[in-house]
């Protein structure tokens, strides 16, 4: 039984039954952009296993128990809000695919810019902790690492989308974060939904050519989804966590070292993996190295310990194994 925000509960003792009234404190509600994509799984998985009540919006591959969205519209984004009342919004939707968003800008812009400026304003009306999800591709490469204050100075339209959305939200929603990640991997439905998993296809093929040239930091989405449960809690009570901040994982790795990491954790051959030490060409230019500073994190006791890559990429890639059970009979 319950009545405004109270709870009637029978307590029994020996010889006595008695009716109290408790407060009841009401879960504290997220809701995530992309729920449907790599990050926004984990994203959701994460607050749900942190007793948060989650709503999560998709829109192509909106599925059940989802909430489907254009959030390039408006009025939706606006009455989903009015509708849910979160107390967070992460903004984890996003075309983060920079060679499309070379060949499509417009859409990519309409959802890495004008969608997230439309979110900052609503979460600034609704009194939401708004938190952004940005990338190390606001940085050129070329002065490594990179502190939350070191001025951006992106190569790629993908990289300036991202920036003009960090721009729009700290503009439109002062109190907002804004979290810069790079390069991210994790539980995928398909080795293509991630340019980390998928050098799984490359370990298998017969003679592959590897960039051996970008350094990258290859970064756990399980770990960036704690991240943000983390940065959410403290905010709600702490109103100085706010502006940017920066994760990252912690092994400096280029593709080819990546694929021989692979190839290691499988016991699988890599001397058909030929390392490639030029440039890649690609329609959209990369940085050499954006390394990020992620000391404000840590400072503030926020950031979490990453697991060394080769036993994560081993969890998010057994599934895609031909034989599913070798995990249980190497590591069991």
């Excluded at 800008?105 to 902790?129: I, Q, R």
């Excluded at 895609?320 to 069991?332: A, E, G, L, N, S």
Aim: glycine letters at 6%; proline letters at 6%; aromatic letters at 6%.
């Amino acid at each position: 039984m319950s009545c405004s925000g109270a709870e009637l509960r029978i307590r029994f003792s020996p010889g006595h039954v008695q009716l109290v009234q408790e407060e009841v404190v009401p879960a504290p509600k997220v809701l995530v952009t992309g729920a449907t994509g790599l990050l926004g799984r984990a994203m959701c998985k994460e607050f749900q296993n942190g007793g948060w009540l989650v709503i999560g919006t998709g829109y192509r591959r909106a599925r059940p128990r989802l909430l489907r969205c254009d959030l390039t519209d408006e009025d939706a984004v606006r009455g989903l809000l009015h509708e849910y009342k979160p107390d967070v919004i992460v903004h984890c939707a996003a075309e983060r695919r920079p060679d499309v968003v070379e060949r499509h800008t417009e859409a990519a812009v309409n959802l890495n810019v004008h969608a997230t400026s439309t979110l900052a304003k609503e979460a600034a009306v609704c009194g939401a902790l708004f938190i952004y999800i940005s990338t190390d591709y606001v940085f050129d490469g070329r002065n490594p690492p990179y502190g939350e204050d070191d001025s951006p100075n992106p190569l790629n339209v993908y990289g300036r989308s991202k920036l003009e959305g960090e721009r729009e939200t700290l503009r439109h929603c002062p109190g907002a974060v804004v979290l810069r990640v790079p390069i991210l991997f994790g539980e995928v439905e398909s080795v293509a939904e991630s340019a980390v998993t998928s050098l799984w296809l490359k370990v298998q093929e017969e003679s592959c050519t590897l960039d051996h040239c970008q350094q990258r930091f290859p970064t756990d989405t399980r770990d960036v989804a704690a991240v943000c449960r983390k940065l959410s809690e403290r905010a709600r009570q702490d109103s100085s966590i706010r502006g940017i901040f920066h994760f990252s994982g912690k092994q400096q790795m280029t593709k080819f070292e990546m694929a021989v990491t692979i190839s290691q954790a499988f016991s699988l051959p890599s001397n058909h993996l030929i390392p490639l030490t030029e440039q890649p060409a690609a329609s959209a230019l990369r940085p050499i190295n954006s390394q990020l500073n992620c000391s404000r994190l840590e400072l503030l006791n926020l950031s979490v310990e990453p697991q060394p890559f080769a036993s994560a990429i081993s969890d998010c890639l057994w599934p895609f194994t031909p034989d599913k059970r070798w995990r249980q009979t190497v590591f069991h």
